[in-house]
Every structure is written in C-alpha cells, then in structure tokens.
C-alpha cells in the first residue's frame, strides 16, 4: 500500500517540474535557409536545418528529408494551431531575443526598411514584455550595405510544466473530437 502512495505521490511531482526550454530559430530569406534548435535543460535535443520549398517545409536530417506540406486547412495543422495557442497561455517567458540583420547594396531602401523593421520589432517586444512582465525582451535591428541578405534570429528560454503539456494536448484533442463528431451528426441529419 506504501508503494502506491509513494508512487503516485513521485508522479504528481514529476507532472508539476518545470520543464526548460531553449528554443533557437534562425531563418535567411534571401538564401531561403534556416535552423530550429531545442534544448532541455541546456541539453540540445535537436538542432535541424530547413527550408521552404514550393508548399513544402523541408527539415534536412542525418539519414532523410521530412517534407510537411503547409495546407491550413489540414486537421494536423489546425490541431497544433489550437494545440499551440493553449501551450502559449501557460508557458512562463523567461527571455526573449529577436534580431533582425538587414543588408542591402540601395543604402535607401536598407534605411527606410530597417527603421520600419525595427519599429515593428519594439511594438512586437512591447505587447510581449505587457503579457510577461517579468521577462527580459530584447530586440536588435542591424543594417549593411555591403551583402544582400535578410536574416532573422529568434531565441527563448520559457518553462512549462510536464502537467500543462498534457492537460493541453488531452483538452485539444477532445475538443477537436467533439468538433468532428458534432459535424459528422449534421451530415446524417441531412
């Protein structure tokens, strides 16, 4: 009988850690390549190359080429759509840093896209840091005239816990259940 006690009191601890998540994305729109790295606990669990292709997303690994066509009106993407929105309200922000490298030959155009740039940038950081007060937001436009590209870089550190992670995916996908279901009776109503 202890050991059932023990045991469920050791998972209900293991639900409620914070996980810690390092997340790394770094895109260049010019060369239409990119990287996503994530990380647990500072232990880099995956760090993946990808690009865009056609209506594709294509992360390159060791072995082979994933390719995850980008149709919104599939269910895979609207269930991690709703699956995304629900993590994003329990996620603890911890930072938060976007950068923004703009390089062009016309000093102009790099001038005036720059500054547009960058005032979305601190509107973005603002309407961020008014949601989690407590984290660090930091957000850097840089400009050059010497190379064409278009670089962004996107890191963060938020914490979930392993209970929020669940409970979201359990609530979306009985959610999603109910949706195709209620839609399913209206079709053999008809």
């Known amino acids: 009988m202890n050991i059932v006690f023990i045991s469920i009191a050791i998972s209900i601890v293991m639900i409620n850690i914070a996980l810690t998540l390092q997340i790394s994305l770094r895109y260049d729109l010019l060369k239409n390549l990119g990287k996503v790295q ?7 669990l995956f760090s993946v190359p990808f690009t865009f292709v056609d209506k594709y997303l294509e992360f390159t690994t060791k072995k082979k080429v994933v390719k995850i066509k980008i149709d919104l009106a599939d269910k895979n993407i609207i269930f991690f759509e709703k699956l995304g929105k629900r993590i994003l309200a329990k996620i603890y922000l911890d930072w ?9 030959d016309n000093p102009m155009r790099v001038s005036v896209l720059g500054g547009v740039c960058n005032i979305l940038l601190q509107i973005m950081g603002q309407k961020i840091q008014m949601k989690h007060k407590d984290a660090t937001i930091s957000t850097q436009t840089d400009f050059g005239f010497r190379h064409n590209y278009i670089q962004i870089y996107f ?3 938020i914490m979930i816990s392993l209970f929020d992670i669940l409970s979201s995916v359990l609530i979306t996908i009985i959610k999603m259940w109910g949706a195709d279901h209620a839609e399913k009776q209206k079709q053999h109503q008809k």
């Open 155 to 157: 890191d963060t550190k």
């Open 96 to 104: 938060l840093t976007v950068k923004l490298i703009f390089c062009q």
């Open 38 to 44: 994530l990380r647990l606990f500072g232990i880099l």
